[in-house]
C-alpha cells in the first residue's frame, strides 16, 4: 500500500483528515487547532497517543484552560506553555494555536502523501506551518515546522 491521504470525512462532527500507508494511520481535525487526534500502529492495533477517558476533541472559546478542554493527542503549544503577557495582553495557557482553526492542504504522489496544515494566532503576529508526511510503507511519521 502507497502512502495516501483522505479528506472527505468527519470525526466528532469536525472535518478529519486520515493519513496513512501499510504500517500508521494518523487522524487530523485541522478545524481543532490542527489537532493530530490519533497516531496509530497498524501492526499492533495500538494508538501511540494517549486518549483522555473523560472528553473527546471539541472547540474550545479562544482564552479556555487547555487542561479542561484536552482531549489528549497532540496540539501545537505556541506561542507559550504558561500564561504570559504580550504587549499588556495576557496570552492563553498553553498558547493560541491550539484553539483556533487552521488551514489545511493535503497532496500526494505515488510514494507518499502528506497534510501542510496552517495555524494562525491571533494575538501574537505568528504563524505556524507544519507539515505531516508518510512515505511508502515506512513506519515513520515525518513532522516539518516552518
Known sequence: MSARVTRAWSLYESPAL???NAALRVTILP???GHLFELVDKAADRNLLWVNPRTTPRRAP???NFD???SGGWDEIFPTGDQAMLNGERLPYMGELWSVPWSAEVGSTGDR???FATGLATMAPARLERTVELREDEPVLY???G
Open 18 to 20: 486520515l493519513l496513512e
Open 31 to 33: 478545524e481543532l487547532g
Open 62 to 64: 479562544y482564552g479556555a
Open 68 to 70: 479542561d478542554w484536552w
Open 113 to 115: 502523501a502528506w497534510i
Open 143 to 145: 513532522v516539518r515546522y
